[in-house]
């Protein structure tokens, strides 16, 4: 019992990183309909931003954590921001009146060329941090087994939920949500009544890179790692989130992300580290062949 | 304001290599309602569309108030007060029917929302009932009217209709129709009305030009134009153009 509500506890945390991940996906899906594969190594890019921003604040001398933790957070969601605009800007928009594989293979280029500009500018190898958010409570403890909720692991849940929050609020209430929600409906309409529907895409991949960026930050405090190429399998896996919960769907992209990061986290704990990844997708194949939409996808219906 | 409120001038537009338009003269004077006719797959619906270019114009010239628009972005086109009620009505179907009027005010002034609606409400009061459906729930006149009502949000100048009477019982279609005629009248609404019904359309316009195979092949005063036999053939007797 106490190693099941542990492994829940690390999955929870996971996950959340993940869903944070598969919004991206699931925006640019439901808004111009393509897989933008190169927004895992926009998390990457994330991640090492957040590290050389920790870096440079320690070496000027800014020690106090919790400013530190949100300089770093401001600084890496406007840089990544600025990473996604720029990778819509010349490497999707002038697709957009293409055929439909243009632009996902303009990911998959864009992508490559993330991962090896980080590897020659960054090094290839693994680069750490140490240790910044230390400590954490003892939930309970019995048969020698204690429950532990580290800091890391509050502070992750807790930015994710505060920020799905606000982005669901975003998305329902706000002009720029309901702009989004237009185009992603029927963006030609959209121009009709006076959206700028390439200026609100551009928004869309700058929230997704940001929330990416978050993602990036809170994976480098987990694991204390960061290398060129985490963006390809938290892409992966993300990607995988956003499928499994139904791809368009913004509750499903946090559901996907949580359930992915359980899967991976319980097998993991109670069969094999080395298979984990087989059994996330493993979950993927089966829901597709039962569920094709996911878990809170929409069919496509006809539009009469 | 000299010249007309629209013209166009020699449009020629097409998808691939099919052409739509094979250069079309169209004028629209402000207070007027203009009715296009013809056919189905005349060109009419495109001819609509290419005013804010879907598909852009390959030849010839579209003016707004003595601007040439022929090349703007739809919705910079859509800030010169040009509404359209497009081809199938095009709701925002996952959105409320408030929320498809907002989507309507995108280039109106924040502060005349509340009397815009209430104007619309006043014109259809079915949508206030309705305020919080989504879109895609409501019946094909409903959808109809929330089409017009969220073109009205923007407070056009020039109100674009694309086949308004498509699909509605004859009842729905006079509400809508006198609708428009009020809107004309009252507000001094400059209308261009696309349609396959011809007869309700030329009742109801000052002027009227017949499309046939994207070029058009008549016009004129809509009262004479009901008096032609060729019209009268093609259009109102149930009888197919000769092409």
């Known amino acids: 019992m106490e190693y099941f509500v542990q492994q829940l506890i690390n999955g929870v945390a996971l996950g959340s990183i993940y869903g944070l991940i598969a919004i991206g996906y699931t925006m640019v899906y439901g808004i111009i309909g393509m897989i933008n594969f190169a927004h895992g190594d926009i998390f990457m890019v994330g991640a090492f931003v957040a590290l050389i921003t920790f870096l440079v604040l320690v070496a000027i001398g800014v020690t106090a954590l919790p ?38 293979i303009s990911a998959i280029g864009m992508s490559i060329i993330l991962q090896n500009y980080v590897q020659i500018a960054q090094g290839a190898r693994v680069k750490p941090l140490p240790p910044l958010i230390t400590g954490g409570y003892t939930l309970f403890e019995s048969n020698d087994f204690a429950v532990q909720l580290s800091n890391v692991q509050i502070l992750i849940i807790w930015l994710t939920f505060t920020l799905m929050i606000a982005f669901s609020w975003m998305i329902a209430k706000t002009r720029l949500g309901r702009d989004m929600r237009a185009c992603e409906q029927d963006a030609r309409m959209a121009s009709l009544v006076g959206v700028d ?97 996911g878990i809170l996808g929409r069919p496509e219906i006809e539009k009469v | 304001m000299t010249g ?55 030849a010839g010239r579209i003016l707004y108030d003595g601007h040439d628009i022929t090349r703007v972005p739809a919705h910079e086109i ?55 459906q989504r879109g895609g729930t409501l019946s094909g006149g409903e959808q109809q009217m929330l ?73 004129g005063p809509a009262r004479e134009l009901l008096e032609r036999d060729e019209v009268k053939s093609a259009y109102l007797e149930g009888g197919r153009p000769a092409a």
């Open chain 1, 67 to 104: 400013l530190a933790l949100f300089l770093v957070l401001l600084v890496a969601m406007a840089l990544t921001a600025l990473y996604g605009w720029t990778v819509e800007r010349i490497a999707y928009r002038p697709l957009r009146r293409s055929f439909r594989l243009a632009p996902l």
């Open chain 1, 197 to 293: 529907t390439d200026r609100t895409i551009s928004l869309t991949f700058v929230i997704g890179a940001a929330l990416a960026a978050v993602a990036g930050m809170m994976y480098l405090l987990y694991y204390g790692v960061a290398d060129f190429y985490i963006g390809f399998i938290a892409g992966v896996k993300a990607f995988t989130a956003a499928v499994l919960g139904g791809i368009g769907s913004l509750p499903g992209a946090m559901l996907g992300g949580l359930l992915i990061g359980l899967i991976e986290t319980f097998w993991s704990a109670y069969f094999s580290v080395e298979y984990k990844d087989v059994a996330a997708f493993a979950v993927l194949i089966v829901v597709l062949i039962f569920l094709p939409t």
């Open chain 2, 4 to 58: 007309p409120l629209l013209k166009i001038e020699k449009l020629e537009a097409s998808y691939g290599h099919v052409a739509a338009l094979k250069g079309v003269d169209i004028e629209v004077n402000a207070g007027e309602i203009v009715t296009l006719i013809g056919a189905n797959g005349a060109g009419k619906s495109t001819l609509m569309m290419s005013i804010f270019g879907y598909p852009r114009a390959q």
């Open chain 2, 78 to 132: 859509a800030k010169l007060r040009i509404a359209q009620v497009p081809e199938g009505r095009r709701i925002f179907s996952r959105m409320t029917v408030l929320e498809n009027l907002q989507m309507g005010a995108t280039v109106g002034e924040p502060t005349h929302f509340p009397k815009d609606i209430a104007r619309v409400f006043k014109l259809f009061p079915r949508l206030q009932e309705r305020i919080n």
């Open chain 2, 147 to 219: 089409a017009i009502g969220r073109a009205l949000m923007a407070r056009p100048r020039l109100l674009l209709l694309d086949e308004p009477s498509l699909g509605l019982a004859p009842l729905l279609v006079k509400q809508i129709f006198r609708a428009i005629r009020e809107l004309n009248e009252r507000d001094k609404l400059t209308v261009f009305l696309v349609e396959q019904n011809a007869f309700h359309a030329l009742k109801l316009a000052h002027r009227g030009y017949v499309m046939v195979n994207g070029a058009i092949t008549l016009s």
